[in-house]
């Protein structure tokens, strides 16, 4: 599976953004999917994660609780995670991951990983 993440950019404060991973392949329903962050001098983190069905079970981050929302449209082989009330301390570059089970993922333990895409917000 190769993950392509998009949807970055620069956004004020209390501001919206809604990233997108694009799978190739026909076992994007196999796998269950999370988005992970990493900010400039930190270790990459956990944001959540989604079970493999459309509507499945998900899993967030106590930091992002609320605020962001995953999703997934398998028909399209694409996770999303809408992002709401952005703070600065959300700037990070963002990964789109594949993984066995949504434990695994949870704990980083992933097969496939995207590319990041970088979300500054601005204070």
């Known amino acids: 599976v190769q993950l392509q993440a998009s949807g970055g950019g620069l956004v004020q404060a209390g501001g919206s953004l809604r990233l997108s991973c694009a799978a190739s392949?026909?076992?994007?329903?196999?796998?269950?999917m999370g988005w992970f962050r990493q900010a400039p001098g930190k270790e990459r983190e956990f944001v959540a994660a989604?079970?493999?069905?459309?509507?499945?079970?998900?899993y967030y981050a106590d930091s992002v609780k609320g605020r962001f929302t995953i999703s997934r449209d398998n028909a399209k082989n694409t996770v999303y995670l809408q992002m709401n009330s952005l703070k600065p301390e959300d700037t990070a570059v963002y990964y789109c991951?594949?993984?066995?089970?949504?434990?695994?993922?949870?704990?980083?333990?992933?097969?496939?990983w995207g590319q990041g895409t970088l979300v500054t917000v601005s204070s």
């Open positions: 392949g026909r076992t994007f329903s196999s796998y269950n």
């Open positions: 989604i079970s493999r069905w459309s509507g499945g079970t998900t």
């Open positions: 991951a594949a993984g066995a089970s949504t434990l695994t993922v949870v704990r980083g333990t992933v097969d496939y």
